[in-house]
Nanobody, 126 residues
Framework: QVQLVESGGGLVQTGDSLRLSCAASGRSVSNYAMGWFRQAPGKEREFVAALSPSGLSTYYADSVKGRFTISRDNAKNTVVYLQMNSLKPEDTAVYYC??????????????????WGQGTQVTVSS
C-alpha cells in the first residue's frame, strides 16, 4: 500500500503561481501513473492532470491546460509535482494526489486511481 502526502498549498492572488508536491512512501510509484484531482466546496471531485508511468506522457483537464504542469522527480521517483501558473479564483479547491492501482498502465482512467493523499488547500483570491 502506498501512502501519499501532498504539500505546497496556500493562499495566493489571481495570476500567481504555486507548486504542489506529492510524496509517496510505502512502495515505489515509479511504475504507476500518477494524477492530481481537486474538489471545490459544494462540487464533486474532478480530474486535473495525469502522468504516465514513464513520465513521458501527460494529459490535462481543459480548464487547466496550458497553465498547469504535472511532473515527476526523476532522481527520487517518489515525488510528483503540480506546477500551477496563472491561477484563477475558480482554481480554488482542495487538491489531491493519487496513484494508479495497476503498474505500467496508461492511459489511466479516473476510476483506476486507488491510493489518495489527504489533500492540500489552494485558495486563489480575486
Amino acid at each position: 500500500q502506498v501512502q501519499l502526502v501532498e504539500s505546497g498549498g496556500g493562499l495566493v492572488q489571481t495570476g500567481d503561481s504555486l507548486r504542489l508536491s506529492c510524496a509517496a512512501s510505502g512502495r515505489s510509484v515509479s511504475n504507476y501513473a500518477m494524477g492530481w484531482f481537486r474538489q471545490a466546496p459544494g462540487k464533486e471531485r474532478e480530474f486535473v492532470a495525469a502522468l504516465s508511468p514513464s513520465g513521458l506522457s501527460t494529459y490535462y483537464a481543459d480548464s487547466v491546460k496550458g497553465r498547469f504542469t504535472i511532473s515527476r522527480d526523476n532522481a527520487k521517483n517518489t515525488v510528483v509535482y503540480l506546477q500551477m501558473n496563472s491561477l484563477k479564483p475558480e482554481d480554488t479547491a482542495v487538491y489531491y494526489c493519487a496513484a494508479d492501482s495497476i503498474p505500467y498502465h496508461w492511459p489511466a482512467r479516473s476510476d483506476n486511481f486507488a491510493s489518495w493523499g489527504q489533500g492540500t488547500q489552494v485558495t486563489v483570491s480575486s
